[in-house]
Each structure stands twice: as C-alpha cells, then as structure tokens.
C-alpha cells in the first residue's frame, strides 16, 4: 500500500514480506514540500515487525526526522519491534530523541475513556514502583557486601560527600529551623494564650521538633539541595558515557557512585536532625521570652518535663530512613536521565518531586507505627 507523491516528492512505500512490514523511504524529504504520515501509511495494518530503509532518499531535514519519531512511537505503542539498522546513525538519533520529546511534552492521547487512563497511570506508577524496588535491592546487596568484606568502597569519596550533604548544608539547615521554631511558637501561642497556659509553648516545641519536624525539615531541605545534585550529577555523568565506560572497565556503578552518597546522607541525617532540633527549640525560646515574657530557663525546664529520649529516638530514626531514601531517589534519578541537557534537568526534578512524596509517606507510616507500638 503505497503512500507515494509526485516523483520529486518525499514518498514512502510499503511491502509486506510474511509479517515483517518493510517501509522503504525515497525522494527528498523538505519542510516546504508534501510529505507522507505514517498513520495514513499502516492505516489497518498491524505487522509484527517493521523495517525502514532511507537508501533512496536524496535530501532530508526535520520533516523525516518527524515521520521517523513518528513510526518508532507507533511502534512501541503498538509493542511491534521496529528495526532502523538501514538507517544512518545521525538519523536515528534524531529520531530517537524526537519521539523522546513527544513524550516528554505529552503530546499523548487523551481521548481513552477515564477507566482507560487510570489503568494506564496504574500500570506506569506499577513498573516505577518495580524499578525502585529492584534499585533498593542492589543496594542492599551491595550493602551486605561492603558490611561482609566482600566489596570495598571509596572512603575519601564518602567524606566529600558527607562533607558536602552535612557541613556544606548547616547554613540553610539553620535558617529553616530556627523559622520553623518561631513559626509553631507563635501559632501554639494563639491557642494556648486563651486557656492561659503560654507556658506549655515549650511543651509544644519540643515535642514537635524532636520527634517530627526537625527530621522532616532537615530532610525537605536536602532533598531539594543534595538529592537533586546527585541526579545532576550522576546524569551529566550518564549524558557523557562515563558510567557506560565504568560498567566496561567492570565497576559497578552503584557500588562506585550510588554507595559512597547513600551511605553519607544516612550518615549525616541524624547530625542535621539533632541540630535541627536545637535550633528549632531555640527559635521557640525566642518567641517564648519576647512576646510570652516566659524566661529561657522556665522554658528549658518545662519543655524537659515532657521531652523524653524515646521523642529523641524517634526523630533519629526517622532522619536515618530520610536520608536514605533521598540518596536512593537522587541517584536512581540520575541512573535513569536521558543523554541530553533537558533529561538532567527532568532528572534532578524528579528527584525533588519523588524524594518528599517518599518522606512524607514513609513518616506517615512511622506516624502508624510508632502508635501502634506505644512510642
């Protein structure tokens, strides 16, 4: 079924040989000229395989680029393998990243019912769920493997960046704990002001930050200043073939790049808690002595009569699971970046993005948890 113009048009020729679709393209292919669709050219069919060959073609330019992006995406739509070997290489790389963009973009189509469009975001929440789960797994294999003796790791690596994820971030760390401190002061002030018991402010304060939001904001912060770093970084790196030249030399890359950034943030975390932590009460006792005329010294001694070393222990915990699951997500991110400049920006976004959805679900369930087992 032939799809063919004038003889100097783009034309586009079809033949079935078995199952096999051999699309055979010819003539010069010009924005200014007309070209053929590829959904007019498989218009019923459904082949098993599709060949496409460019032997004819004397001229071509981003219309070809198009129809090729456009048949790749038909094709993995329609899960039929589609073979471009007869392509030239900067052909199919423009192809490549073309049908790419039209993801990306989400130029998809919307016109499948609602049932049809939730099973599908199911189906793809399912495979990223997979792909995460089997990233978490070859890190704790790996794991099991340094704590054994069985695999080494990258010490000075590991400090630069429990340097840079722990003293690098005091700065920021700081700024939004203390806030965060004064900001539950005041609102607790609002309430407590009408039962006169201001004084329980600290109550409050301490018991918050210990247990929920000195981790949470200390994991919030570095998700979005060190968990999209490592999926820049790691991208760029993926962008420029160096991990493909780590896993030829026979290194593997997460043993080598995941690990050292892991383990540094799991590290690091319940440092930046515990001074989160002090610096949030802190910014309570502020507020507390300036507007509640409450001295530092009643504030420090009511606030240690219901702050506790499980509250403490809690906020640990915690921030340890936080830290991991940002430098999992960060680098997972990075792994999975496409080999251009926009896949490393989509990458450390999607850190960010994935990175606080995970916190805030995983400190929901030690919320479920830590009630269920009376901490």
């Not at 393209?25 to 496409?52: K, Q």
């Not at 539950?184 to 930050?209: N, Q, T």
Request: proline share 3%; with cysteine; hydrophobic share 50%.
């Amino acid at each position: 079924m032939p799809a063919s113009l004038e003889s100097t048009s783009a034309r586009a020729t079809s033949r079935t040989e078995g199952t096999l679709l051999d699309v055979a393209l010819e003539g010069p292919w010009r924005l200014d000229g007309e070209t053929p669709r590829w959904t007019e050219l498989v218009s019923g069919a459904r082949p098993a395989s599709v060949r496409i060959s460019a032997d004819r073609v004397s001229h071509w330019d981003t219309s070809l680029v198009a129809f090729l992006g456009e048949a790749q995406r038909w094709c993995t739509d329609s899960g039929v393998p589609c073979d471009t070997s007869r392509l030239p290489q900067k052909m199919r790389v423009l192809s490549r990243q073309f049908e790419s963009a039209l993801r990306t973009c989400g130029h998809d189509d919307h016109s499948q019912s609602l049932v049809v469009e939730v099973g599908l975001s199911t189906r793809y929440f399912g495979r990223q769920m997979r792909k995460f789960l089997g990233f978490v797994g070859e890190c704790w294999i790996d794991t099991v493997r340094l704590v054994t003796g069985k695999a080494g790791l990258r010490w000075p690596d590991c400090l630069a960046e429990m340097q840079r994820c722990g003293a690098m971030a005091l700065p920021i760390v700081s700024l939004i704990s203390f806030l965060v401190g004064v900001t539950l002061a005041y609102s607790g002030s609002i309430v407590l002001k009408r039962f006169g018991g201001e004084i329980w402010v600290a109550d409050l304060i301490g018991v918050a930050m210990t247990r929920e939001m000195g981790a949470l904001m200390a994991a919030v912060v570095l998700s979005g200043r060190t968990g999209a770093a490592f999926a820049a970084e790691i991208g760029s790196m993926k962008a420029n073939e160096e991990i493909d030249a780590l896993s030829t030399l026979g290194i593997s890359p997460i043993r080598f790049l995941v690990m050292p950034r892991v383990l540094a943030l799991g590290l690091m975390m319940p440092l930046l808690a515990m001074y989160a932590n002090c610096l949030g009460i802190l910014g309570g006792m502020a507020v507390s002595y300036l507007t509640l005329d409450i001295p530092p010294a009643a504030y420090w001694v009511e606030m240690l009569t219901i702050v506790t070393v499980q509250d403490v222990a809690v906020g640990l915990i915690k921030a340890v699971v936080f830290g991991i699951i940002v430098g999992i997500t960060g680098c997972l991110r990075g792994l999975e970046a496409e080999r251009n400049a926009s896949g490393v920006g989509n990458a450390a976004t999607s850190a960010v993005v994935t990175a606080i959805l995970l916190i805030i679900v995983a400190d929901a369930i030690f919320a479920i948890l830590f009630n269920a087992i009376g901490l």
